[in-house]
C-alpha cells in the first residue's frame, strides 16, 4: 500500500501561484509515476500532469503546458506541483495519485492505483 497526502491548496489571486505537494509513505515509490489531477464538481477527474519514476520524462495537460511544473524528490518520497499564472478555471481538487511505472498511461486516471485525497485550489478573478 501507498498513502499519498497533499499540502499547499488555498485561495489565490488570477495571475498569481502556488505550490502543491504530495508525501508518500508505505511502500517505496520510487519505481511509481506520480501524477496530478483535478476535479470540479459535476466533472470526471481529469489529467494535469505526471512524473515518470526517475523523473526523465514528464507530461503535462495543453491546459497547464507552460505554466505548471512538476518535479518529484525520491530521496524524500515527494512530488511537487509548481502552479504559475493561475486561471479562474484552475479552480478544483487537485490529486496526488501513483502507478506502477511501465513506460505508458500517464495520463490516463484509470491506470493509477493509490490516491490521495485532494488539495483545494480557489482561484479569483
Known amino acids: 500500500q501507498v498513502q499519498l497526502v497533499e499540502s499547499g491548496g488555498g485561495l489565490v489571486q488570477a495571475g498569481g501561484s502556488l505550490r502543491l505537494s504530495c508525501v508518500a509513505s508505505?511502500?517505496?515509490?520510487?519505481?511509481?509515476?506520480l501524477g496530478w489531477f483535478r476535479r470540479t464538481p459535476g466533472k470526471e477527474r481529469e489529467f494535469v500532469a505526471a512524473?515518470?519514476?526517475?523523473?526523465?520524462?514528464?507530461y503535462y495537460a495543453d491546459s497547464v503546458k507552460g505554466r505548471f511544473t512538476v518535479s518529484r524528490d525520491n530521496a524524500k518520497s515527494t512530488v511537487d506541483l509548481q502552479m504559475n499564472s493561475l486561471k479562474p478555471e484552475d479552480t478544483a481538487n487537485y490529486y496526488c495519485?501513483?502507478?506502477?511505472?511501465?513506460?505508458?498511461?500517464?495520463?490516463?486516471?484509470?491506470?493509477?492505483?493509490?490516491w490521495g485525497q485532494g488539495t483545494q485550489v480557489t482561484v479569483s478573478s
Open positions: 495519485a501513483a502507478k506502477e511505472d511501465i513506460g505508458l498511461g500517464f495520463s490516463d486516471r484509470r491506470e493509477y492505483t493509490y
Open positions: 512524473i515518470s519514476w526517475n523523473g526523465g520524462a514528464t
Open positions: 508505505g511502500r517505496t515509490v520510487s519505481r511509481y509515476a
